[in-house]
């Protein structure tokens, strides 16, 4: 590293000190070093590794909507392309802007049908299944993982492709685990152990993954599957000559990453909190007919402070960059962990309560809440599929509640950073017909 000032925060002199408190859990360990340092960029340093870990909404401003051209997608990331492929979230900025435009018209607001029938035809499905064994204790991330996995091959790939969805989610769970154990600067350098191994296993799992986006694209090109909204505008583009087949294969299999995993864990987390608020649940039934449901909307938005999905946004500068008064040398990795700003007293008062009522005159537009809200990102980087997201959780949440009552089982989930958060053993609620 180029000698210049870092900021303040452990070094290898700590790492002793610092250990115990990583082996708690890294989200933990992220939150208490963002309450720990007030200062607006934490350097941490770990054997050869280190980040720049941004700590301020000034500073996360600079790094993701000022200066966003300084930076290029992390080197971590990199180990989830090598797997996936070269697909909008993984792509680098150099043909980053052409695919987010050239994706665009496949989540444009005139969808909003297509998105809500077959939510609405999966959600109906799930309902039915757990009103056949009433008071049981089901999984919901689990379930609320197929219900999304399948509801997300109807509407952008194919209404009529089958789908294992048991089988899809256990690979792309197997892909996502594996990048995790490489997905941090800490990690890379202190939890190596089983990576090699592990390997081998998610060979296979690729391989099932190739096979099943080898039969979307096969299919839907002779006749048997009609395209759905993604897929029809990626074969429009191939037969403009933008793309090509690696090109289709990439960015099917980025969304398949991508484009349920985070939208169940908003699903999943909010019944969670909800389970413990019957007075919530009972607001979000009593407004459930009408046009206007501020209480399901706070409840969304606080799920999301709380649990945002995409818990740390990576990136490695391509040039010297100076954030909140330090200069990042070429080549440093630098993260904003939404999950740590998020639950900062700094910006939220009792920042670990969940508590939708701070967000009810709060204003509609995210990027007017400030730079310490980025549950999507902020920038030219926000989540594509922001708006899709939001409209499948509305509805499956107001659905379920309105049918279900849910008892937590158990104490608070013991959540672990892959790629995205998600409940380590699972996120069991008793569900009982109403």
Not at 97 to 119: I, M, S
Not at 375 to 382: E, I, N, V
Not at 406 to 413: C, H, I, K, L, R
């Amino acid at each position: 590293m180029t000698d210049v000032a870092l900021p303040p925060g452990p070094k290898n002199a700590a790492i002793l000190r610092e250990l115990p408190r990583f082996r708690r859990g890294v989200l933990a360990y992220l939150v208490e070093l963002s309450r720990r340092y007030d200062d607006p960029v934490v350097h941490l340093q770990f054997g050869p590794g280190a980040s720049f870990v941004v700590n301020h909404p000034d500073v996360v401003k600079e790094f993701l909507v000022r200066v966003p051209e300084r930076f290029s997608r992390s080197r971590w990331l990199g180990e989830l392309r090598k797997l996936v492929g070269a697909g909008l979230l993984f792509s680098d900025e150099t043909t980053w802007v052409e695919q987010r435009k050239r994706l665009r018209p496949a989540y444009a607001r005139g969808h909003v049908a297509v998105v809500d029938e077959a939510t609405r035809v999966e959600t109906d499905a799930l309902a039915d299944r757990w009103r056949r064994v009433p008071g049981a204790v089901v999984d919901v991330q689990e379930d609320a993982k197929r219900v999304l996995l399948r509801a997300l091959v109807r509407i952008m790939f194919s209404p009529e492709a089958p789908v294992d969805d048991r089988q899809v989610i256990a690979d792309l769970d197997a892909v996502l685990q594996f990048v995790g154990m490489r997905s941090t600067v800490i990690r890379q350098n202190l939890a190596l152990v089983g990576i090699r191994w592990r390997e081998t296993a998610v060979r296979g799992a690729l391989a099932r993954l190739d096979a099943f986006i080898a039969d979307l694209i096969d299919g839907t090109r002779s006749g048997r599957y009609s395209a759905g909204l993604l897929l029809a505008t990626l074969l429009e583009a191939e037969a403009r000559g933008e793309v090509d087949a690696q090109n289709l294969h990439d960015e099917i299999g980025t969304l398949l990453v991508a484009g349920f995993d985070t939208t169940s864990a908003l699903v999943t987390f909010a019944l969670w909190s909800l389970a413990a608020r019957p007075d919530l649940a009972d607001a979000v039934r009593t407004e459930a007919e009408a046009d206007d449901r501020p209480v399901l909307e706070a409840v969304l938005r606080e799920t999301l402070r709380l649990y945002p999905a995409v818990w740390a946004i990576h990136r490695t500068a391509t040039e010297d960059v100076e954030l909140g008064g330090f200069t990042v040398p070429k080549g440093e990795h630098v993260m904003a962990s939404p999950f740590a700003l998020q639950r900062n007293p700094a910006w939220w008062p009792d920042p670990d309560a969940f508590a939708p009522a701070r967000f009810f005159d709060a204003p509609d537009n995210d990027a007017l809440l400030g730079m310490e809200y980025l549950p999507f990102s902020h920038g030219r980087h926000t989540c594509i599929g922001k708006r899709m997201a939001l409209q499948q959780a509305r509805l499956m949440v107001s659905e379920l509640v309105a049918r279900f009552d849910f008892e937590q089982v158990g104490g608070p989930p013991r959540l672990v950073p892959g790629v995205i958060i998600r409940a380590a053993d699972g996120l069991p609620l008793r569900v009982t017909p109403r």
